[in-house]
């Protein structure tokens, strides 16, 4: 789907692309400065140099490829999903600063130091390229505008980054809702899957009040209290039970529709529809509860 | 590593957010249910299931305010203004309704509960 150039879905898209890119941003400086601290000083100013510029290469390498692995069906349902796990990790609160994975040790050589800031960069920028590349509804210019935004945030753009989201923490909130909001519409655009949202218009509703409780998860559930605090699980698992009927319905040519069924399997079936998941969900609690006082009871014991 | 994770409060931005900032984003996140609401429901459909059906019904309701295929900035700006109202009734409603204060525990006006 082409956009039309600046019509209101067109600065959606790209206001979308700002976001995304502001709080997927890798950090690259760190990434430099870990793997040069070693080298000679006069290599390292040539590792800062050709570091950023092939870290930027593979961004765009990566971003020209999206478009069209988005466009290979089945694609864009996996990489709705893969968006909804990237809002809820992003999210998640993190205790203490992560460990850098990416550089184990400073490198040697200048050849090993740029490998390893453009391996680095190519693993930090996936979810951002593929977040862009739905965002941006296989329009080119929009990539290419998601890419002129992104590569003064590699090279520069870090301490301002910081500082806007350290002042405004919910900037990180809206980038998490976008991020869900945009992985809803890729599963919805999924080729594969248009004809059967036609034919099952509900469940788009379903989809994306799934995709948010799944998301948002880390959210909602630091305002739940201990008692509520299941309902991160169970709410997705009934909202995932009723799609999959509505899903099975269409496999198995079965009415799970009451006002449509005529016979009494489909009377059945659409009660275990309805109220089929309780005995699981009461099991859950059952089990957590369970748990809860197990751990309880060892915390309390000696040791 | 993330940008982002440089900064203590962005880290942990569910639990650093404001309360203002958490209301915005709120009503965002409403919006876009909401609109999704409206995507699942075919006005053609409301239309001749007839208007009195669309005048009682949720999602036609939706239709009828045309929340279909709202854009991102629609949803911004519709959020927006939903966290304004909300803020705005908050005030209203806590100058008209101003909350009770507990008696102090010694206070004569205590009444003592036994169960």
Not at chain 1, 34 to 45: F, I
Not at chain 1, 184 to 208: C, D, Q
Not at chain 2, 52 to 81: T, Y
Request: net charge neutral; charged share 15%; hydrophobic share 60%.
């Amino acid at each position: 789907m082409e956009l039309e150039l600046f019509s209101g879905a067109f600065f959606s898209a790209l206001l979308a692309i700002i976001l995304i890119d502001l709080v997927l941003a890798g950090d690259n400086a760190l990434i430099i400065g870990l793997v040069a601290r070693n080298l000679p000083k006069e290599s390292q100013n040539k590792v800062i140099f050709w570091g950023t510029f092939g870290a930027i290469a593979i961004r765009a390498l990566m971003a020209i490829l999206v478009v069209y692995i988005l466009a290979v069906p089945g694609f864009m349902l996996v990489g709705g999903l893969a968006l909804v796990w990237i809002a809820r990790k992003l999210l998640t609160p993190q205790e203490n600063a992560e460990e850098n994975h990416l550089v184990k040790a400073p490198a040697a050589s200048f050849a090993a130091a740029v490998r390893t800031i453009v391996i680095a960069d190519a693993v930090m920028g996936i979810d951002n390229v593929l977040a862009i590349g739905g965002a941006s509804h296989g329009s080119i210019l929009l990539i290419l505008i998601g890419l002129a935004i992104s590569v003064p945030i590699i090279v520069w753009g870090s301490q301002l980054v910081i500082k806007l989201v350290d002042r405004y923490p919910s900037v990180i909130l809206i980038g998490g809702a976008v991020l869900c909001w945009t992985a809803y519409t890729m599963i919805v655009r999924e080729p594969m899957l248009v004809a059967w949202f036609e034919a099952h218009p509900a469940s788009k509703l379903v989809l994306a009040v799934l995709a948010f409780s799944i998301a948002l998860a880390p959210w909602y559930a630091e305002r739940l209290s201990e008692s509520m605090k299941p309902l991160t699980v169970l709410l997705p698992a009934i909202l995932i039970w009723m799609l999959g009927f509505e899903v099975a319905s269409s496999f198995w040519k079965v009415q799970t529709d009451y006002l449509m069924a005529t016979t009494q399997g489909e009377y059945l079936l659409d009660g275990l529809r309805w109220i089929g998941w309780l005995p699981f969900a009461a099991l859950f609690l059952w089990v957590r509860e369970r748990l809860v006082l197990r751990n309880a009871r060892l915390a309390r014991s000696p040791q | 590593m993330r940008l982002i994770h440089r900064s203590h409060r962005a880290a942990n931005a569910v639990r650093t957010v404001s309360p203002s900032g958490e209301l915005f984003v709120t009503s965002i996140v409403i919006c876009m249910i909401l609109a999704s609401f409206g995507d699942a429901v075919d006005p053609n459909w409301i239309g001749e299931a007839g208007l009195e059906f669309a005048f009682f019904d949720f999602g036609g309701e939706l239709s009828v305010l045309a929340m279909r295929h709202w854009n991102l900035l629609e949803l911004l700006l519709a959020g927006s203004v939903m966290a304004a109202g909300i803020m705005v009734l908050r005030i209203v409603g806590g100058a008209c309704f101003p909350p009770l204060d507990p008696a102090a525990p010694g206070g004569v006006e205590k009444v003592p509960i036994k169960l």
